[in-house]
């Protein structure tokens, strides 16, 4: 499981994708991880123009993926009990988090 990962480090802007697609008239693409884990990582909503990853952003950390694909070797049973892991440990962790959130967002405003 990797929550912290962001598809930031895979986007290529030199890749034909981006410019066939702003051919084909798409103006923002969702960029979102693979099926390969239960919680795949953050993905990133990005324009396909760009040099760098950087340009090309219009907003990060938009969501996470979760995957209930059960993998080679896993078992249904297996892939539902690591993502009730998951769940568990993002109980135990969300008062921390919002305690260290919340002032901060409070003088964003």
């Known amino acids: 499981m990797t929550p912290f990962v962001d598809v930031f480090d895979a986007i290529d802007p030199s890749r034909v994708f981006f410019e066939d697609s702003l051919r ?3 103006t923002t ?10 919680v795949g990582g953050l993905s990133r909503v990005v324009r396909p123009i760009g040099i760098t990853p950087y340009e090309m952003s219009v907003g990060d950390s938009i969501a996470i993926k979760i995957s209930t694909t059960p993998k080679s070797g896993y078992g249904r049973m297996q ?12 109980d135990k962790a969300l008062p921390m988090i919002t305690s260290e959130r919340l002032p901060r967002l409070a003088t964003k405003r």
Not at 79 to 90: G, H, I, N, T
């Open 24 to 26: 084909n008239g798409v």
């Open 79 to 90: 892939q539902l009990s690591e993502l009730r892991e998951v769940f568990a440990d993002l």
């Open 29 to 38: 693409v969702h960029i979102i991880p693979g099926d390969n884990l239960v």
